[in-house]
């Protein structure tokens, strides 16, 4: 590739949609920077979004909530060899219109439910390869966990014991909570499994409900940590975890963690279904279910007695997703935009 190339990324993010979307870009985007590629992020999202992304070495500045960022693009210092799209709300009529100023456009997509008029389209979740994307002339499609984009360090994960009992459960609902779940499954993590120790991660935009007792819990017992840099090390030292839909069951899959998903949004469908029939987590049910209480229960009390489904759900997960979906969808890419240069 002759000369120094820039690639945009627009990316939605916030407490509704959550900071998955903005999470994998960040990831995808130090690895390209690796290969001497500029990148710069246009965000759709709350101001706490682009803190991140500045924090993470990427410049970065807020876009109009979902309308395509043309003028934003014209006004960047360098030409544009490609914009990565990481937005459910990005419509086709918005692809059309960057089609007039950038010369390769990526999507990362979830669910193929609208048409992505992209040349590249990645989608890591489990099934993907299922899915009806329409066939488009010239268009790349990778699809399945070899390209779910994770943080490096889950490239590397080390080997792990898996305990007779239950001894340490890790609970997360993603960057935010906005139904206060996170309380309620503590409380049920500790009623079906007394003894254990229960730690409680709170996203950045996480905001506690009822002041400082918003779980009824013994200090002993559980440890709340916001916005850690370390969930890595919290899901190798859990026996098992109680987690939403999102990207981080991946991240749990690559730790060999068995996990327990919950589905708090419509769009973690595929994910949970198809880690489920993978065999990784069990799918216990819906945020807003009457019986999602003792449906969870039942599950803990089930896994805590069967060392065996754990050890299985564990090597299943190591073996579905190696953490490496990054560099290979960062390797595409730039063969990409060095065939368009």
């Avoid at 219109?97 to 609208?114: G, K, Q």
């Amino acid at each position: 590739m002759s000369g120094q190339q820039t690639i945009a990324f627009w990316v939605a993010a916030g407490p509704i949609i959550g900071f998955g979307h903005l999470r994998r870009c960040l990831t995808l985007a130090a690895i390209l920077n690796e290969h001497g590629v500029r990148t710069y992020f246009l965000l759709d999202a709350a101001p706490d979004a682009v803190a991140l992304a500045n924090a993470e070495g990427q410049p970065a500045q807020s876009v109009a909530a979902g309308e395509p960022p043309v003028h934003q693009l014209t006004k960047l210092p360098e030409r544009i060899a490609a914009i990565v799209v990481d937005s459910y709300v990005f419509k086709p009529q918005c692809f059309a219109r960057l089609r007039a100023c950038v010369p390769l456009i990526i999507a990362i997509d979830d669910n193929a439910d609208r048409e992505l008029d992209a040349d590249l389209i990645v989608n890591g979740s489990a099934g993907a390869d299922a899915l009806n994307y329409p066939l488009q002339t010239g268009a790349t499609h990778l699809l399945g966990t070899d390209y779910m984009l994770l943080r490096p360090e889950f490239a590397a994960v080390p080997a792990r014991d898996i305990h007779t009992d239950i001894q340490r459960v890790l609970v997360t609902v993603g960057g935010s909570d906005p139904r206060n779940l996170t309380s309620q499954l503590v409380q049920w993590t500790l009623e079906a499994l007394p003894g254990v120790f229960v730690d409680a991660i709170l996203g950045p935009l996480f905001e506690p409900r009822g002041g400082s007792q918003w779980v009824n819990h013994s200090a002993d017992a559980v440890t709340l940590y916001q916005n850690t840099r370390l969930m890595r090390d919290f899901m190798l030292s859990a026996d098992l975890a109680i987690t939403a839909g999102g990207q981080t069951t991946y991240e749990l899959a690559a730790c060999g963690t068995p996990s327990l998903g919950i589905r708090v949004a419509d769009n973690q469908t595929i994910n949970l279904s198809g880690l489920s029939k993978a065999g990784t987590l069990l799918w216990v049910g819906d945020a807003d279910d009457d019986h999602l209480g003792p449906t969870l229960k039942g599950a803990l009390v089930h896994l805590g007695a069967s060392r065996d489904e754990r050890a299985h759900m564990s090597a299943r997960g190591r073996r579905l997703v190696d953490g490496r979906g990054a560099v290979r969808a960062a390797s595409a890419i730039l063969e990409r935009v060095k065939a368009a240069a």
